[in-house]
C-alpha cells in the first residue's frame, strides 16, 4: 500500500472518530436540513418532490419534515408543516381523516390529491412526531392530535393477520387479497412502535412483539425486502420481484435498525442479523442500489446515492466500513441531493451527528434537550 493512501486512509478514521467523538453536543447549524428547507420546502410548508413533472408532494415527505422541524426545535415551521398537511392532505382535519399520500399537478393541469388512499408508514411518523412534540414542546393540542391519529390508523390500518398477529397493513385499500396480505417491513420503524406500545397499550404493544419477527423472517441472508406477502396457512411467500428484491424502501430497515438504543428490545439481534448488508458496500462507501435478497446477491451493476450510505452509517459506524461511509455521505458534491437522498441523509447522518437519538423505549431524545 502507498505511503499516499496510507495518509489518506488515517485521515478518514482519524476524521471519522472526531465525528463520532462529538455526537453528544452537535455544531450549532443544521446544514443539511438548512439546504432541504431552501431546495425542496414552500413558503407554507409543502415538501416539493421536483424530481417527479407533477411537483408532487408525498405524506411522507410531509411526516419526515414535520419530524426534522422538531428535532431542530423549530415550532413555526412545525405548524407550517402540520397546516398544510391538514388543509390539503387531509380535507383539514387530521384528527377524523387520515392524509391523502400524493398530491401534485393533475391531468388537468390543477393542482390537488391524485391518489386519496393513505400510507400507513407516513400516518405513524406524523402520529408519533405529534405526540413526541406534545411531550417535548408540553404543548397538549398536539399530543391529543397525535392520539387521534392513532385512533385512525388503529381502525384504518391495522390488521390482525392469521397466524402472524396484529400488523400495520401499507393503506387501508389495496393489500389484503383472499388470504393474503402484503406488507412492507420498512412501514414500521421498531422505535417508533415501542414508544406507541409503551405508551398506548394496544394494539401496538401486540405489534411491537410482531415487529422483530417481520423484519428477521422476511430477510433469511440478513437482507431486508422492499415487500413482502404473508399467505394464511404458508407464512412469507414473496411471489413477485419487488418481494425478492431490496432497494429503495428496502434501506430504511437498515436506517431505523441502526438508530434503535443499545438497550431496546430485540435490538441487538437486529443489528446483527442486518449487518449483512455490509458485504455490498464498495470501496467508496457506496452500497449497491439493488439485492436479490432470497439468493444474497447483487442484482445489476448500479451504486445508490449518498443517501443509501448515510441510511447506513449507524448500523455500521464502528465497523471497518464505518469511515467509508461517512467519507461518501459527508463528501462535496457537484449536484444538489435529490428528494429521498436528501431525507436519508438527514436522518442518517443526522443521528450520526448526534441532532438526535432514541430511547431503549423510542423516546425522542433530541440535542437541544442538553446542549446549549
Known amino acids: 500500500m502507498s505511503r499516499h493512501l496510507l495518509v489518506v486512509l488515517a485521515s478518514l478514521v482519524l476524521l471519522f472518530d472526531a465525528a463520532a467523538s462529538t455526537a453528544t453536543c ?35 415527505g410531509q411526516s419526515y419534515a414535520l419530524f426534522f422541524a422538531l428535532v431542530d426545535n423549530n415550532q413555526p415551521l412545525f405548524n407550517n408543516i402540520l397546516q398544510w398537511t391538514q388543509d390539503n392532505l387531509a380535507r383539514g382535519d387530521l384528527s377524523s381523516n387520515l392524509p391523502a399520500w400524493l398530491w401534485g399537478k393533475k391531468e388537468d393541469a390543477s393542482q390537488g390529491v391524485i391518489d386519496d388512499n393513505s400510507a400507513s408508514d407516513s400516518d405513524l411518523w406524523i402520529a408519533y412526531t405529534l405526540v413526541e412534540a406534545g411531550r417535548l414542546w408540553k404543548i397538549h393540542q398536539y399530543a391529543s392530535l397525535g392520539q387521534q391519529m392513532l385512533q385512525l390508523i388503529s381502525s384504518k390500518e391495522v390488521a390482525d393477520i392469521p397466524g402472524l398477529g396484529t400488523m400495520l397493513l401499507p393503506a387501508p385499500k389495496g393489500f389484503v387479497d383472499d388470504g393474503q396480505f402484503r406488507l412492507n417491513p420498512s412501514y414500521v420503524p421498531p422505535q417508533v412502535v415501542a414508544r406507541l406500545a409503551h405508551g398506548f397499550g394496544e394494539p401496538w404493544s401486540q405489534m411491537y412483539r410482531n415487529v422483530p419477527r417481520l423484519l428477521i423472517e422476511t430477510s433469511p441472508h440478513g437482507l431486508a425486502p422492499n415487500w413482502t406477502r404473508w399467505v394464511a396457512q404458508e407464512g412469507f411467500k414473496p411471489a413477485n420481484d419487488q418481494e425478492r428484491t431490496g432497494s429503495y424502501d428496502a434501506i430504511r430497515v437498515y436506517l431505523w435498525v441502526g438508530m434503535l438504543d443499545s438497550q431496546a428490545t ?15 458496500v464498495d470501496a467508496q462507501g457506496y452500497v449497491t442500489e439493488t439485492i436479490n435478497v432470497m439468493t444474497g446477491t447483487a442484482e445489476g451493476n448500479s451504486t445508490a446515492g449518498p443517501g443509501f450510505s448515510a441510511a447506513l452509517l449507524p448500523l455500521l459506524q464502528k465497523s471497518s466500513i464505518g469511515p467509508r461511509l461517512f467519507n461518501a455521505v459527508d463528501s462535496p458534491r457537484e449536484q444538489p441531493l435529490g428528494y429521498y437522498n436528501q431525507m436519508l441523509t438527514l436522518f442518517g447522518k443526522g443521528w450520526f451527528e448526534g441532532r438526535f437519538q432514541f430511547d431503549k423505549d423510542g423516546r425522542l431524545e433530541p440535542s437541544w434537550m442538553h446542549c446549549q
Open 266 to 280: 430485540d435490538a441487538q439481534t437486529l443489528k446483527d442479523h442486518f449487518r449483512a448488508i455490509g458485504r455490498f
Open 26 to 60: 452537535p455544531a450549532k447549524g443544521w446544514a443539511d436540513w438548512q439546504q432541504t428547507q431552501m431546495r425542496m420546502l414552500s413558503h407554507d410548508g409543502r415538501v416539493i418532490d421536483f424530481s417527479d413533472p407533477r411537483q408532487i408532494t408525498t405524506s411522507e
